[in-house]
């Protein structure tokens, strides 16, 4: 079985910044993508970003220039700075791992999320 433990949600003011970790844990044998999604009430989940083991990223057009993805691919982690956050930014944050895990013996893919962390911009 793995884990993804969030941190580092949190209220911040218009303007402010928070850093987002997600640390996966349990019997990984590699993670090929890591990513983070949001949900805001009333609205469906959307990627935020996203990394791969070589370090491609990808990101929703409304965090460029704003957030940044990075993983350290020994610690099996995964960071999202986000500066600059707005209002329209506030949803619970979701982390992903699209991954390999050994269970049974065997090498099988798996698709993991965290329990999410709550993230609001507000004055």
């Known amino acids: 079985q793995v884990q993804l433990v969030e941190s580092g949600g949190g209220l911040v003011q218009p303007g402010g910044s928070l850093r987002l970790s997600c640390a996966a844990s349990g019997s990984i044998f590699s993670i090929y993508a890591m990513g983070w999604y949001r949900q805001a009430p009333g609205k469906q989940r959307e990627l935020v970003a996203g990394?791969?083991?070589?370090?491609?990223?990808n990101y929703a057009d409304s965090v460029k220039g704003r957030f940044t993805i990075s993983r350290d691919n020994a610690k099996n982690t995964a960071m999202l700075q986000m500066n600059s956050l707005t209002p329209e930014d506030t949803a619970v944050y979701y982390c992903?791992?699209?991954?390999?895990?050994?269970?049974?013996?065997?090498?099988?893919?798996?698709?993991?999320w965290g329990q999410g962390t709550q993230v609001t911009v507000s004055s």
């Open positions: 990394i791969t083991s070589g370090g491609s990223t």
């Open positions: 992903n791992a699209d991954l390999y895990e050994i269970s049974g013996g065997r090498v099988s893919e798996g698709d993991y």
